[in-house]
């Protein structure tokens, strides 16, 4: 069974704080995929990272693919009110059908 | 991004009945769709995977003559809750994978079931 653990589960901070959630896994994977939902919605996707050590920047949002593709991390800068919501990782292996999940990382941003 | 759309939204129904929800992918086609079960404050729980032309594999735990999973085209997979019972009340979200070299899921916005 492919786990990826995902950290912290739940995380309260102030408008323009910063933060980092973490995805690591013990299986490679050939892409991984960060998502954010808001309740009663379905997942969005963010980005995927295919390559080993890969740095991929969405306004306020970095992530980075581990040099192994074995884990990754989402780093916001100058956290807001609407990033609030739920974060999930997913570790896709190519031809294996299913992704694995993470557990979700409950963000909420105060103003 | 790619588009999946989810039909109905959110629904209300008695207990003992069926009720069936539609996962359409309407930008490309998906060999590959698959049916989450979402409990508050929680990650996605894998029901089954849902291959187009063939049965669906179910994961552990998931009975498969109560969520019966339908994916006769490329484009539309259905969940069909049997027989539903309070217990069953979620919220279901679907997805389809974009045959790409990423694997990458898009997901439909949910569907909310409320058995009464």
């Known amino acids: 069974t492919q786990l990826l653990e995902q950290s912290p589960q739940f995380l309260s901070i102030q408008e323009g704080e910063n933060l980092t959630v973490y995805c690591n896994s013990s299986s490679v994977f050939s892409s991984l995929q960060w998502y954010r939902q808001e309740p009663g919605e379905g997942p969005v996707l963010l980005v995927t990272?295919?390559?080993?050590?890969e740095v991929k920047k969405l306004k306020r949002l970095t992530f980075q693919f581990g040099d192994a593709r074995k884990d990754s991390s989402l780093h916001i800068t100058a956290a807001q009110p609407g990033d609030t919501g739920l974060y999930l990782c997913?570790?896709?292996?190519?031809?294996?059908?299913?992704?694995?999940f993470g557990d979700g990382t409950t963000l909420t941003v105060k103003p | 991004g790619a588009v999946v759309s989810q039909h109905p939204s959110r629904v209300i129904c008695k207990s003992g009945t069926s009720v069936k929800i539609e996962c359409r992918s309407l930008d490309f086609q998906a060999t590959t769709m698959f049916w989450y079960r979402q409990f508050p404050k929680q990650s996605l729980m894998l029901m089954a995977t849902?291959?187009?032309?063939?049965?669906?594999?179910?994961e552990q735990g998931v009975e498969k003559d109560k969520f019966l999973i339908n994916h006769a085209s490329l484009t539309l997979s259905t969940l069909t809750v049997t027989s539903a019972h309070p217990e069953d009340s979620s919220f279901y979200i679907c997805s389809a994978r974009r045959p790409t070299s990423t694997d990458t899921q898009y997901f439909g916005p949910g569907t909310r079931l409320t058995v009464l």
């Open positions: 849902s291959n187009e032309g063939s049965k669906a594999t179910y």
């Open positions: 990272v295919v390559t080993g050590g």
């Open positions: 997913a570790g896709a292996r190519t031809n294996a059908g299913k992704s694995t």
